[in-house]
Nanobody, 115 residues
Framework: QVQLVESGGGLVQAGGSLRLSCAAS????????MDWVRQAPGKQREWVAR???????DYRESVKGRFTISRDNAKRTVYLQMNNLKPEDTAVYFC?????????WGQGTQVTVSS
């Protein structure tokens, strides 16, 4: 049974930093790409970043140069280091595997950036 537990969110001023973590179980973690996805109030979820099983990464344009995705396969954990945060980064952040396991999503972690 898949389980994804996100943590590390919080309230930060614009320009600040946060590091999100996502602990995964129930999937063959080391073999699958992992995504970070976010959902702002009143908006649809949007993809933020991906890390492939070989470590290659990709980012949505608006976070390039500010966010860094990484993974520790031994700990079955994926991270998102977020620097120079902006108010428009405010959202609930989720991780998930690629492909998704059915309709499962974890509880997410709230990131709020004040101006």
């Amino acid at each position: 049974q898949v389980q994804l537990v996100e943590s590390g969110g919080g309230l930060v001023q614009a320009g600040g930093s946060l590091r999100l973590s996502c602990a995964a179980s129930g999937i063959i973690f080391g073999r699958v790409p992992m995504d970070w996805v976010r959902q702002a109030p009143g908006k649809q979820r949007e993809w933020v970043a991906r890390i492939n099983s070989d470590g290659r990464t990709d980012y949505r344009e608006s976070v390039k140069g500010r966010f860094t995705i990484s993974r520790d396969n031994a700990k079955r954990t994926v991270y998102l280091q977020m620097n120079n945060l902006k108010p428009e980064d405010t959202a609930v952040y989720f991780c998930n595997s690629v492909p998704r396991v059915g309709d499962y999503w974890g509880q997410g972690t709230q990131v709020t950036v004040s101006s």
